[in-house]
């Protein structure tokens, strides 16, 4: 049985504007796990708008990963380092707010661990709203904003757990969560030697994420 819609937004002013929008007119922002993104501008705001890609089967697996997102960014509303959503569109468009800044592989960071603090405090918050990202070392899911402070991007891959969620679903969620903080670790070191005591109590690998290391070297 298909899952239903994800309930979506009640702005009527952007929901009309996007029924007419030509989405390849946009700034095109790359592609994610559920097809691809583009820069857009509407009433003074900048926006990063997603859509799903491709035809029949292929589409319908990114509509439910682009639904997957979107409650995802609902449970994390209002919290600080994640863009916000203006919510799921005609099952068809997620809205966020574009982030202006670098790339985090592109960025010259300042002295000093404060990012690297703000980044860790940005994860555990997520992780005690419920959401493991899952996707942390890939570089193109942090952004430096303008201000310097971190951003995650893309939370197609992202577990949800909530209350009354069964042993399955919470093994999963903690698994995905200790890849999220050895993720940091990496990202903070370039890679796993040579870390702080301080940094080490934070960094727990398990066998499966070594065999990949090993075998799939882009998730190092």
Not at 138 to 167: F, H
Request: glycine fraction near 10%; charged fraction near 25%; charge should be positive.
């Amino acid at each position: 049985m298909p899952s239903s819609p994800a309930p979506s937004s009640s702005d009527p002013e952007l929901a009309a504007w996007l029924e007419g929008l030509d989405f390849a007119s946009g700034q095109s922002l790359g592609r994610s796990n559920q097809g691809e993104v583009r820069r857009f501008r509407f009433r003074n705001q900048d926006l990063a708008i997603k859509a799903p890609s491709g035809r029949g089967p292929l589409r319908w697996l990114r509509l439910q990963s682009l639904r997957r997102e979107y409650r995802s960014y609902r449970q994390l509303a209002g919290l600080a380092g994640f863009p916000r959503c203006h919510g799921l569109f005609g099952d068809r468009y997620l809205v966020l707010d574009y982030i202006e800044g670098t790339d985090f592989r592109h960025a010259v960071l300042p002295e000093g661990q404060a990012f690297f603090d703000r980044l860790l405090g940005i994860i555990q918050a997520m992780h005690a709203r419920g959401i493991a990202h899952g996707d942390l070392k890939r570089k193109d899911n942090l952004r430096v904003a303008a201000n310097g402070e971190p951003v995650i991007l893309d939370l197609g891959t992202a577990v949800r757990c909530k209350s009354g969620s069964g042993a399955l679903r919470r093994r999963l969620f903690a698994f995905i969560r200790q890849t999220d903080l050895n993720a940091w670790v990496k990202l903070k070191y370039g890679r796993y030697e040579n870390v702080a005591p301080e940094d080490r109590v934070y960094l727990r690998r398990s066998w499966l994420e070594r065999w990949l290391s090993r075998w799939w070297p882009g998730r190092r």
